[in-house]
């Protein structure tokens, strides 16, 4: 017992190296001192010829019923027995590695505090999960990266866009989803909010029932499949889980959508859903306070773009009766 009342932690080797594979410094136990009995005066050491650090951290694992193998289960090799110190060793390092501290330690909310190695990042559920295995860390903290010097052409925008990797959403995405649809002389540019798992799967925004139901909706105002329509959304990876992307997502695709609207100079954007339209038109008021009228966009302090907000087709396809309202958005759209 050291001076100041608390255990001199003298650890065999075996246990330095199970408490090393766990991700646990012996450091870390000394605030548990009170807590775990003294390790043995006499800690058993390992001969020459002893097992490697994979096989004594094997051995020295307790096995499925939970007790710890005897020496004799290891061959002619010495394994630390089943003993009072390594049971309350093994009572703190699982302490340590994530159960709940009761008093002095632990949060307000009772949950543990984070020690020793950081958690390893695993890959994202799906189809991602045997593409993620090559791609490469960021530079910078995910919405750190600084913007990049944008190209002047979209064939090269499309390029940057597809290894951009300024917010977390690139971990999860199959591909990006850049925008679809006419680049020459484009009459209507259509904004939604973020791709769906179909766009995702396609690397196509607006496909599924969602994007049916707006080419319906486009056929019945006179923009037939081959007129000059250009789609894309505010960001272009997929958010997993079915939610709606985050303002520091927006944020940090923002720039590419600003450059898009630069090169394809569209002749009005309709903005799909209540994101797309604060978003765009850096407005706080809600999707009912938005659409219904014209709003006009800057582009480059002499090119004015007419928006129009109306509802997103996926909403619509939830609540029909609001299509009547978003005929009429189209309709407005059309005559500017």
């Known amino acids: 017992m050291a001076a100041d009342g608390h255990a001199d932690w003298t650890l065999s080797p075996v246990q330095r190296v199970w408490l090393q594979e766990i991700g646990i410094e012996p450091r870390q136990l000394r605030r548990f001192a009170q807590e775990v009995p003294l390790a043995p005066a ?38 630390v027995p089943p003993s009072p110190e390594l049971d309350g060793l093994r009572s703190v390092a699982q302490i340590l590695k994530g159960g709940n501290i009761a008093g002095n330690g632990g949060r307000a909310d009772g949950s543990a505090p984070r020690v020793g190695k950081a958690p390893r990042r695993e890959a994202p559920v799906g189809s991602m999960a045997a593409s993620t295995a090559g791609v490469r860390a960021p530079s910078a903290a995910p919405g750190t990266v600084p913007p990049p010097a944008l190209p002047t ?104 959508l600003l450059r898009q609207i630069t090169l394809l100079k569209p002749h009005r954007i309709l903005a799909l859903g209540h994101l797309a339209a604060q978003s765009l038109l850096q407005n706080p008021l809600d999707l009912e306070q938005l659409r219904g009228q014209v709003h006009w966009l800057d582009v480059d302090g002499a090119t004015r773009i007419p928006v129009v907000a109306t509802y997103h087709p996926a909403w619509l396809l939830l609540r029909g009766q609001a299509k009547a309202d978003a005929w009429r958005d189209l309709n407005l759209a059309r005559s500017v």
């Open 42 to 79: 006499e800690a058993p050491s390992i001969r020459q010829g002893a097992p490697s650090a994979d096989q004594a951290e094997h051995a020295a694992m307790p096995a499925a019923g939970g007790a710890l193998p005897s020496p004799g289960q290891a061959g002619q090799h010495s394994v």
């Open 153 to 256: 052409e979209l064939s090269a925008l499309r390029d940057e866009v597809a290894v951009c990797e300024a917010c977390p959403l690139y971990l999860g995405r199959t591909q990006t989803v850049f925008g679809s649809g006419a680049v020459d002389t484009v009459q209507w540019m259509v904004i939604g909010e973020a791709p769906g798992g179909h766009d995702d799967r396609v690397g196509l925004p607006f496909q599924g029932r969602a994007g049916e139901l707006l080419h319906a909706m486009l056929r019945a105002v006179g923009v037939g499949p081959d007129a000059s329509v250009f789609y894309t959304n505010l960001v272009k990876c997929q958010p997993r889980g079915s939610r709606n992307p985050t303002p520091e997502e927006i944020a940090a695709c923002r720039p590419y």
